[in-house]
């Protein structure tokens, strides 16, 4: 998230990496595959719906001419079905006014999916309505009782609030422990968390929890930077790292802090923002990505659920592909190709350009991975953009995962001393050429609002099986694009109940076989960027009507299997129960476009 680091001769690679995404995109129009891809591709448009649905949010970022560099970040949101009625609700992180400025009095905010399309804020009688420097959401159920909790990062203490399942939640940070930890010398009101994620590392069926921490910074620590007598955000190097912060879940409401006895106070101080999860060597533990801005991203690889081993420069995702470090923010995985292999998605500062790290090399112990974005058509079009929120999705349900991502900058003076970067940029969206590589496509979606993206999710809030996006805009209006699909393909749709496993069933790999590809997707935590996306995995199944196989392998290694399901249905999977029709969403408030 660097600055002055960037802007320095910036034209001549903007104009080497455009050269060569164009170049790319060229090859892929002129090769559509034999299949639905490019038929699809422009099947679909996005529409903004956020205030005529009822979600009317604008985000707070503190603002007040101070430049305190906090401003620059938040915040996240979240698709969760908090009630277990079947419908995905929507939860946007908020920020709020720096102490001895004018109170703003924001809060987060929930909204309650009416099931017809529309939302209702039920923010205040949920339990919800508390003042606090909000950063990122991390949803998990955490004591396996069925409901949906949350973690929310933040300046200050984090908070934990449990679900009670009557639409209520308790903030329960004391009693679990997990406010987090006084960093160095400065006041715990000042500690700097960014993205979480819930992950059961050692496999014994309760989530436990991964904490982001971004750098140490204090309203005291900030500088004066800037440019030509202008006052701008200071860059990252202005300010020392910090370590991640693991909680190991104790299942009785309470966790304990093991970040020093897994090995995460072994490893170099980071600037951390985001987390990517999958069993990258096949040995039945999840192992962590973490991207670091303006420093190396690390590859935590879980020895065994006893201790975690950092691996980023071993494994070749530490760096960009000339060996300096990027200024990593979103992050996701996923076997974009469909073929096994997970790969690592990352977004970057402008100048630098996505990153596309993809595994070499076949299954096993060591785990090597290339920055393959150029070849795939990602650092091109990319190049000019600043890349927070990201995430895999299938938008056109033709069977190969796309790529969406949130931009905007960081200074809102940036058109004062660099005339190429834009302080609002559109969001872009990345269309899977049936595994060849990527075309841009955003703006052919209907995705043309200049914002400054951040956090962004995906979610199927009007339960028709197309994935729709959710975008916070910093200091802006929240934005809800319903995916409006015109065209015959269909999908399923899977929610896992772990019984031994977490209840959640993060961590477990779901394989489905449809016309003879198989596509792979973990349930998951985290992701994107202070963000998370609908638990529920949907799988485009493009012209097939149904699903020859499906694959269920669980933390700790058991596996469930089904055959010849139904396309068009979201279904429920019980560990060691098998399939059925998901009771939480009726076969008749399902409808495929």
């Not at 059925?580 to 969403?585: L, N, S």
Request: hydrophobic residues 35%.
């Amino acid at each position: 998230m660097s600055c002055s680091n960037y802007n320095k001769a910036i034209l001549l690679p903007v104009l080497l990496m455009l050269f060569a995404g164009c170049t790319h995109r060229q090859s892929a129009e002129q090769k559509p595959g034999n299949g639905t891809a490019a038929d699809t591709a422009l099947s679909v448009t996005f529409k903004e719906v956020s205030q005529s649905v009822g979600i009317n949010f604008t985000h707070e970022n503190g603002a007040a001419g101070k430049k305190n560099m906090p401003e620059t970040v938040g915040s996240g949101v979240a698709f969760l079905d908090y009630d277990n009625d079947g419908w995905q609700d929507v939860l946007i992180v908020n920020g709020t006014n720096w102490p001895g400025d004018k109170p703003r009095h924001t809060t987060m905010h929930l909204y309650h999916n009416n099931k017809n399309g529309t939302f209702t804020d039920v923010t205040s009688q949920a339990g919800l309505a508390v003042e606090m420097y909000g950063m990122g959401v991390a949803v998990g159920d955490y004591d396996n009782d069925g409901f949906e909790d949350l973690y929310i990062t933040a300046i200050g203490a984090n908070h934990l609030y449990h679900n009670n399942g009557n639409g209520t939640f308790t903030d329960v940070t004391p009693t679990a422990g997990v406010e987090g930890k006084p960093v160095a010398n400065l006041p715990l009101k000042w500690k700097w968390s960014a993205t979480a994620g819930w992950i059961d590392y050692d496999n014994d069926g309760k989530l436990d929890l991964l904490v982001c921490q971004y750098v140490k910074w204090s309203p005291e620590l900030n500088q004066w930077c800037g440019h030509n007598g202008i006052r701008g955000y200071c860059p990252p190097n202005t300010f020392e790292g910090s370590h991640l912060t693991l909680y190991h879940n104790e299942g009785n409401g309470r966790f304990k802090d093991v970040t020093r006895e897994m090995g995460l106070l072994d490893i170099a101080l980071g600037k951390s923002f985001g987390i990517g999860i999958a069993d990258f060597n096949g040995d039945g533990f999840i192992d962590i990505a973490i991207t670091n801005d303006t420093w190396a991203n690390f590859l935590l690889m879980n020895e065994g659920g006893k201790h975690f081993a950092e691996k980023g420069v071993e494994s070749g995702i530490a760096t960009g592909e000339v060996g300096h470090y990027k200024a990593g923010m979103g992050i996701d995985v996923a076997d974009w190709r469909n073929n096994g292999k997970f790969s690592i998605l990352i977004g970057n500062f402008a100048g630098e350009g996505l990153s596309l790290f993809e595994r070499d090399g076949p299954a096993g112990p060591d785990v090597l991975f290339t920055d393959n974005s150029h070849q795939a058509g990602l650092a091109g079009p990319s190049l000019p953009y600043l890349t927070f929120g990201l995430f895999f999705f299938d938008y056109d349900l033709d069977g190969y995962q796309d790529a969406f991502t949130a931009d905007g900058y960081i200074d809102d003076v940036v058109a004062t001393y660099n005339s190429m970067l834009s302080f609002k940029e559109r969001p872009m969206v990345f269309h899977n050429q049936k595994g060849t590589g990527f075309t841009e496509i955003g703006e052919k979606l209907g995705l043309t609002d200049k914002v400054v993206g951040r956090g962004a999710a995906s979610g199927d809030f009007d339960n028709d099986g197309s994935l729709d996006i959710a975008l916070v805009d910093n200091g802006g209006q929240f934005r809800l694009y319903r995916n409006q699909r015109n065209n015959q393909n269909h999908w399923i749709r899977f929610r896992l109940e772990g019984v031994r496993a977490n209840r959640d069933g993060i961590g477990a790999l779901v394989k489905v076989t449809a016309n003879g590809v198989t596509q792979s997707q973990y349930v998951h935590s985290g992701g994107s960027f202070l963000s998370e996306s609908q638990r529920q995995l949907t799988f485009g199944l493009g012209a097939a009507n149904q699903a020859e196989h499906i694959e269920i392998i669980w933390p700790g290694g058991s596996t469930d299997r089904a055959d010849n399901l139904q396309a068009d249905r979201q279904y429920l999977i019980t560990e060691g129960q098998g399939s059925k029709p998901d009771p939480r969403t009726p076969f008749y408030e399902v409808k495929s476009k």
